[in-house]
């Protein structure tokens, strides 16, 4: 099962489905601050919440929480928001989390990596004309 975010990204940048709703799914909202910045999507999405620590929360359970349904994630991004608020749901927000995964495609797309462990990650390719070390064992490539 995939995230809602997950959804939402597979669902917005179908060339890239694949590989980023299974990398995606595979990494929490903290981690996935590491790695993508979020400051402007909270900005956009503000003033739909009253404190930004719900935002925060908004942004966490999207990240986590499993899709019902990933080929209409808003029905996921209504339900979480108003079990959250308690606010009726505002279309809105969708629309903005839709335009700020656009204008990130780029940083989502290039999130190749599968998280395995809070302490590291797998890089999934990497080229290198010499020796790479530390990456589940040393590779040496063999030149001809």
């Given at each position: 099962?995939?995230s ?12 890239k ?5 299974k ?5 929490s909202y ?13 900005k956009?999405?503000?003033?739909f ?21 990933p ?6 991004i ?5 079990k ?6 505002d ?8 335009e ?26 990497q ?11 040393d ?5 001809d």
């Amino acid at each position: 099962m995939e995230s809602i975010f997950g959804a939402i990204c597979a669902f917005l940048i179908t060339n890239k489905a694949a590989i980023l709703s299974k990398v995606i799914a595979s990494a929490s909202y903290d981690t996935l601050k590491k790695v993508l910045n979020f400051s402007d999507l909270k900005k956009r999405i503000s003033n739909f919440f009253d404190k930004e620590e719900k935002i925060d929360e908004y942004l966490k359970e999207i990240c986590s929480k499993q899709a019902s349904n990933p080929n209409e994630p808003e029905s996921d991004i209504e339900e979480v928001y108003e079990k959250l608020t308690q606010k009726q749901y505002d279309r809105e927000i969708f629309e903005q989390i839709k335009e700020w995964v656009r204008d990130n495609e780029k940083e989502i797309a290039s999130v190749s990596m599968n998280f395995n462990s809070e302490s590291g990650f797998n890089i999934g390719t990497q080229n290198a004309g010499k020796n790479i070390f530390n990456i589940n064992g040393d590779y040496k490539p063999h030149k001809d």
